[in-house]
C-alpha cells in the first residue's frame, strides 16, 4: 500500500507543488509579494493587507495617533503584532516567489482557459475563488474573511470543480442511458405503429374480399329471382296474347257472317233465299250462343307471389360483427361436427339441399 501510494504522489508533482503555493487566504496561488509572518506561513501581501484591515479599522501609517496594530494568522491563529509600517513592514518570502515564477514557467505549455473569470458581486474586485461547502455556492475570499461566509466551511474551487465535474459526468451518462432506452422505446413503438398499419390494412383487405362475396350471392340472387319473374311474365303475356288472337279470329268471322246475312236479306227471289237461309241461321245462331275460347282467371295478372320476406336477412346482415376467439372456435368445431353428419348421411348432400331449395321456391310462389 505504502509503494503503491508513493507512486501515486510521485505521478502528479506539479499538482501537489500547486498546493503548497495556495494562499489559505484567497485559495489561490500566492501573488508577489508574498509576505511570510513570525509564526513563518505565507501570505499574499493583498490577504494580509485586508485581514489587518479588518482588525484594525483605526490604523493610519501617514501620521495617525495609532502606530500600529495586530492581527492572527489564518493558518495557526498566531497573533502577530505589527510595527508602524503595518503588512508592508514584513518580510518578503523570495523563495516562495521564485518558486512560483519556475512554476509558472512550467505550466506555460497548458492551455488557456477561454472566457472570463466571474467576479464577487459583494465585493467588486475580488475574483471568485472559493467554495462555500455549507451554502453550497462559489464565493470570493473576502466573503469568507469578512462577509456573509465568515463562519461557513469552504474549500479550494478546484476541489469542488473536479468533484462536481465528476458528479455532472456521471449525470451525464446516466442521462445518456436513459436517452437511449427511452430512444429504445420510441423505436419499438413506432415498429408496434408500423406492424399495426400493416394488420390493419390486411385485415381491410380480407373485410372487403368477404363483403364482395356477399355483394357477389346477392347479385347472382338477383338475377335469379328477376329471371323467374320474368319467365313469369312471358308465360302469362304469351297466353294472353294467344287469347287476343283467337278473339280477334273469331270477331273478324262473326263480322263477315254478318256481312253475308244482310246480303241475304237484300235477295228478292224466294228460292235463292231459301237456300242459303237455313245454314246461315244456324252459322248466326252457334255464333250467338257466345264464346268457347279461353278465359283468364280472377287476378290472373297478379304477381304479389313473387314478394319476398328479408326482414330476418336484414336482421342478420345488421348483426354482421367480429368474432370472438371463443366464438370462432365454437364456430369452427361447429363446422366439423356438421361435416361428420354430412359423412354419416349422404342423402344430406346436395341433393337434399336442392330439393330443400325448390321447396323453398314453390312455397314462396304459393
Not at 490577504?47 to 494568522?73: L, M, T, V
Not at 455556492?137 to 463562519?151: D, I, L, N, Q
Request: hydrophobic residues 30%.
Amino acid at each position: 500500500m505504502d509503494y503503491k501510494s508513493g507512486l501515486i504522489h510521485d505521478s502528479n508533482p506539479m499538482e501537489n507543488l500547486e498546493k503548497q503555493l495556495i494562499c489559505p487566504i484567497c485559495l489561490e496561488m500566492f501573488t508577489k509579494p508574498v509576505v511570510i509572518l513570525p509564526c513563518q506561513h505565507n501570505l499574499c501581501r493583498k490577504c494580509a493587507n485586508d485581514i489587518f484591515q479588518a482588525a484594525n479599522p483605526y490604523w493610519s501609517n501617514r501620521g495617525g495617533s495609532i502606530s500600529g496594530g495586530r492581527f492572527r494568522c489564518p493558518s495557526c491563529r498566531h497573533e502577530v503584532i505589527m510595527d508602524r509600517h503595518g503588512v508592508y513592514g514584513l518580510q518578503r518570502n523570495l523563495l516562495v516567489e521564485n518558486i512560483i515564477d519556475i512554476y509558472k514557467q512550467e505550466c506555460s505549455s497548458r492551455p488557456l482557459q477561454k472566457g472570463t473569470h466571474p467576479m464577487c458581486k459583494e465585493h467588486e474586485d475580488e475574483k471568485i475563488n472559493i467554495y462555500c461547502l455549507t451554502c453550497e455556492v462559489p464565493t470570493c475570499s473576502m466573503c469568507k474573511v469578512f462577509g456573509a461566509h465568515k463562519a461557513c466551511e469552504v474549500a479550494p474551487l478546484q476541489n469542488v470543480f473536479q468533484g462536481q465535474k465528476t458528479e455532472l459526468s456521471n449525470c451525464i451518462s446516466m442521462l445518456v442511458a436513459g436517452n437511449d432506452r427511452v430512444q429504445t422505446i420510441i423505436t419499438q413503438l413506432e415498429d408496434s405503429c408500423r406492424v399495426t398499419k400493416e394488420n390493419s390494412h390486411q385485415v381491410k383487405e380480407e373485410l372487403s374480399q368477404k363483403f364482395d362475396v356477399l355483394y357477389a350471392i346477392l347479385d347472382e340472387k338477383k338475377s335469379e329471382l328477376l329471371q323467374r319473374i320474368t319467365r313469369e311474365q312471358e308465360e302469362k303475356i304469351s297466353f294472353i296474347e294467344a287469347l287476343i288472337q283467337q278473339y280477334r279470329e273469331q270477331l273478324e268471322k262473326a263480322t263477315k257472317l254478318v256481312e253475308t246475312a244482310i246480303q241475304s236479306m237484300d235477295e228478292p227471289g224466294g228460292a235463292a233465299f231459301l237456300m242459303n237461309a237455313k245454314p246461315l241461321i244456324k252459322a248466326i245462331v252457334e255464333a250467338s250462343k257466345g264464346c268457347h275460347l279461353g278465359k283468364t282467371e280472377q287476378g290472373f295478372e297478379n304477381m304479389d307471389y313473387f314478394t319476398l320476406d328479408l326482414e330476418h336477412i336484414a336482421d342478420t346482415l345488421k348483426a354482421i360483427d367480429f368474432v370472438s376467439d371463443e366464438e370462432e372456435e365454437e364456430f369452427i368445431e361447429a363446422e366439423g361436427n356438421e361435416e361428420d353428419e354430412e359423412e354419416e348421411d349422404p342423402s344430406g348432400g346436395e341433393g337434399g339441399r336442392s330439393t330443400g331449395r325448390r321447396q323453398e321456391e314453390e312455397e314462396a310462389l304459393q
